[in-house]
């Protein structure tokens, strides 16, 4: 396994080292690498299905917001896959004996989109209950609060106090402990990753000057570039009475 300042120290002596102007930062270099590998490990769960990428937790815990919903806060960032397929399981202990086997094997909660849950309650097959609970996802802000949330269904009415949950997990720059853990990637995957870096910081550097904004006013250039315009149409029609007089 290769580790991040491995990685990213190597990434930045070989950019900084093909551009005698190139000036990039280690923690640059390091978000890059963060959103190549979520990148490539969505293309290996896609490739091989497995749960290689998969994170289980315990005893998350359950809460209740201002309009009495219950919701549980995800524990990390989670791969945003189609038809909530991020979100493996989530499950609780419906007997409190747990006769019945371990956690994971209880009740689950189905995964519903939130526009979904209204046609849920008109049918009492699909009604949420305690037998039947579902769940949906809230990625963005709720009254200017940043939320990445599962709101939990059919559990109104019981002392719900955790769940378990297991999720395709993401890489979240902001939660990286230590440079010296391993990137979470197949080792064949490595040099892919250093690959694509590669490909990006030498885009950045090549560039067009013309598509980068730099911040120079070009108002004065538009404007030599207009006269000269002008000066060269009145030289045109000046030639071509003279031509006419002849």
Same mark, same amino acid.
């Given at each position: $396994?290769?580790?991040?300042?491995?990685?990213?120290?190597?990434?930045?002596?070989?950019?900084?080292?093909?551009?005698?102007?190139?000036?990039?930062?280690?923690?640059?270099?390091?978000?890059?690498?963060?959103?190549?590998?979520?990148?490539?490990?969505?293309?290996?769960?896609?490739?091989? +299905?497995?749960?290689?990428?998969?994170?289980?937790?315990?005893?998350?815990?359950?809460?209740?917001?201002? $309009?009495?919903?219950?919701?549980?806060?995800?524990?990390?960032?989670?791969?945003?896959?189609? +038809?909530?397929?991020?979100?493996?399981?989530?499950? &609780?202990? &419906?007997?409190? =004996?747990?006769?019945?086997?371990? $956690?994971?094997?209880?009740?689950?909660?189905?995964?519903?989109?939130?526009?979904?849950?209204?046609?849920?309650?008109?049918?009492? /097959?699909?009604?949420?209950?305690?037998?039947?609970? /579902?769940?949906?996802?809230?990625?963005?802000?709720? +009254? *200017?609060?940043?939320?990445?949330?599962? &709101?939990?269904?059919?559990?109104? =009415?019981?002392?719900?106090? *955790?769940?378990?949950?297991?999720?395709?997990?993401?890489?979240?720059?902001?939660?990286?402990?230590?440079?010296?853990? %391993?990137?979470?990637?197949?080792?064949?995957?490595?040099?892919?990753?250093?690959?694509?870096?590669?490909?990006?910081?030498?885009?950045?550097?090549? $560039?067009?000057?013309?598509?980068?904004? *730099?911040?120079?006013?070009?108002?004065?250039?538009?404007?030599? /570039?207009?006269?000269?315009?002008?000066?060269?149409?009145?030289?045109?029609?000046?030639?071509?009475? %003279?031509?006419?007089?002849?």
């Amino acid at each position: $396994m290769a580790t991040y300042r491995y990685v990213v120290y190597d990434l930045e002596k070989s950019l900084n080292s093909s551009f005698d102007d190139a000036d990039f930062t280690f923690n640059q270099i390091l978000y890059w690498v963060t959103v190549v590998a979520n990148r490539l490990r969505v293309q290996q769960n896609d490739l091989t +299905n497995s749960d290689l990428f998969t994170s289980t937790f315990t005893s998350i815990q359950v809460h209740i917001d201002e $309009m009495g919903r219950k919701y549980i806060d995800l524990p990390v960032q989670v791969m945003n896959l189609p +038809n909530n397929a991020g979100i493996v399981y989530i499950t &609780y202990n &419906y007997e409190t =004996c747990k006769c019945e086997g371990p $956690m994971f094997a209880q009740r689950f909660f189905q995964g519903i989109h939130l526009g979904e849950v209204q046609h849920l309650y008109l049918d009492d /097959y699909t009604k949420p209950s305690v037998k039947n609970p /579902y769940f949906y996802r809230v990625g963005h802000k709720i +009254n *200017d609060i940043n939320v990445n949330r599962i &709101y939990l269904l059919g559990v109104e =009415c019981i002392d719900l106090i *955790d769940i378990e949950i297991a999720v395709k997990a993401s890489i979240d720059p902001t939660n990286i402990c230590s440079l010296d853990d %391993d990137i979470p990637l197949p080792d064949e995957r490595i040099q892919e990753l250093i690959n694509e870096v590669l490909k990006l910081g030498k885009y950045i550097m090549l $560039m067009p000057s013309e598509i980068v904004n *730099d911040g120079e006013d070009m108002s004065k250039v538009s404007n030599q /570039y207009s006269a000269r315009g002008a000066t060269l149409s009145d030289i045109s029609q000046q030639q071509a009475i %003279d031509q006419q007089a002849v």
